[in-house]
């Protein structure tokens, strides 16, 4: 647990390290003497947990420096310390992301719940350090069936493989992940996030989903445009940040709209899969969104043709549309119409309807994949440290 202290007041500093020391808990406590102005340089540096501090003013404009900073910082705690400051400011603190705000004079008892109650939320919220894997999907056309593939695959890769999943749908105008593998109404959506994005942490993220599963939780797109337009890349940013620190595996379905906050998200990404089908309007507009992507700065490398309802005695084969966009097809699913048809109908995984189904098949050998390139790259990192050592 990192924590640091940033006050001007060095006699102040000291008894706040004094008092946290006598908690018996591994602690790494850093002091600082700058003030706000150098806030967001230090938590970029340090990355601490916690971060206390005293000598900020009372007006307005701390407290939209507060909620900017918890934003940006989503997963460090903030608690600072007022000597005079109105209920009224007190208040709206806590609303900026603030964790506590402690009265001065210094009371040790209450410096020492306020950061246990910290580290007990940081705990519960799955303190382990882990950098999930982001795959993000992306249809080059409408009806292509990115949405299915995208909460199948998450489906699957939880179900069968036990690995903690969170599917993020960013289709933020049309966006109905939810309809394909739930028939629970969702009480929040990707804009309510949005709305309290300074308080946003593990427990406030997992709250926020429908639960299809103990392992897999999937956050619903905006109910309307209004709802969309109030989701910022900022929001995303933060989002994103959680997300891969809580999970095994994060899904985006991101739709076919390029615009600020799907590029933000996509930043973030791993893996790009482009879903198409074997027709010329699917190959055109692959085509243009591969250069738009490439255009943007995303290695070809990171995207991945994924061919939906292929027909081995399609008109277009395979051959041809690897010639025409210069990739090769990451992976094929075959047209299985009547059991995809069913999945959608009832709103159930196909997994679950047809389990032998070669639609099934397909994503469970994606999954497959997925988790073989995962382990390897963690070999191939631990491997690297040994050598070095």
Same mark, same amino acid.
Do not use: C, W
């Given at each position: 647990m990192k924590i640091i202290i940033i006050s001007p007041n060095k006699a102040l500093k000291e008894?706040?390290?004094?008092?946290?020391?006598?908690i018996n808990a591994p602690r790494e406590i850093l002091l600082f003497d700058n003030g706000s102005d150098k806030l967001a340089q230090i938590a970029e540096q340090e990355r601490p947990d916690i971060l206390i501090m005293e000598g900020l003013d009372h007006g307005l404009d701390q407290l939209t420096f507060l909620e900017q900073f918890s934003l940006h910082?989503?997963?460090?705690?903030?608690?600072?310390?007022?000597?005079?400051?109105s209920s009224e400011f007190l208040m709206k603190a806590m609303r900026s992301g603030v964790s506590d705000v402690l009265h001065l004079?210094?009371?040790?008892?209450?410096?020492?719940?306020?950061?246990?109650?910290?580290?007990?939320?940081l705990k519960q919220a799955g303190g382990r350090n882990k950098i999930g894997k982001v795959i993000a999907f992306i249809a080059s056309k409408g009806g292509s069936g990115a949405t299915f593939l995208a909460c199948n695959l998450a489906y699957v890769l939880a179900a069968q493989e036990n690995e903690k999943v969170a599917l993020l749908d960013l289709?933020?105008?049309?966006?109905?992940?939810?309809l394909f593998v739930s028939d629970q109404v969702p009480a929040n959506?990707?804009?309510? +996030?949005?709305?309290? #994005?300074? &308080?946003l942490d593990a427990t406030l993220l997992a709250s926020s989903m429908v639960q299809v599963l103990p392992n897999f939780g999937l956050l619903a797109a905006p109910e309307d445009a209004e709802h969309a337009a109030e989701v910022k890349p900022a929001h995303i940013d933060a989002l994103m940040k959680l997300a891969k620190n809580q999970y095994d595996? +994060?899904?985006?379905? #991101?739709? &076919?709209?390029?615009?600020?906050?799907?590029?933000?998200?996509?930043?973030?990404a791993d893996m790009i899969f482009l879903v198409l089908q074997e027709s010329l309007p699917f190959i055109r507009d692959s085509k243009r969104l591969i250069v738009a992507l490439q255009s943007l700065g995303y290695d070809k490398n990171k995207i991945y043709l994924m061919l939906n309802r292929h027909e081995k005695r399609g008109d277009i084969s395979i051959e041809d549309i690897e010639a025409a966009l210069d990739m090769k097809v990451f992976k094929s699913i075959p047209n299985s119409y009547i059991a995809v048809s069913a999945s959608v109908n009832q709103g159930v995984p196909i997994m679950k309807i047809a389990k032998h189904d070669a639609v099934t098949h397909a994503l469970q050998e994606i999954a497959q994949t997925l988790l073989k390139s995962t382990h390897a790259a963690k070999k191939s990192w631990l491997n690297s440290l040994l050598n070095r050592a």
């Open positions: 008894q706040i390290r004094q008092h946290l020391q006598e910082y989503p997963a460090t705690e903030l608690i600072i310390f007022s000597e005079n400051a004079p210094l009371v040790a008892e209450d410096l020492q719940l306020a950061v246990r109650r910290v580290e007990s939320k289709n933020l105008q049309f966006g109905d992940a939810a959506t990707l804009a309510d +996030v949005a709305a309290n #994005i300074s &308080r595996y +994060v899904v985006l379905d #991101i739709g &076919r709209t390029l615009n600020a906050s799907s590029i933000k998200a996509l930043d973030y």
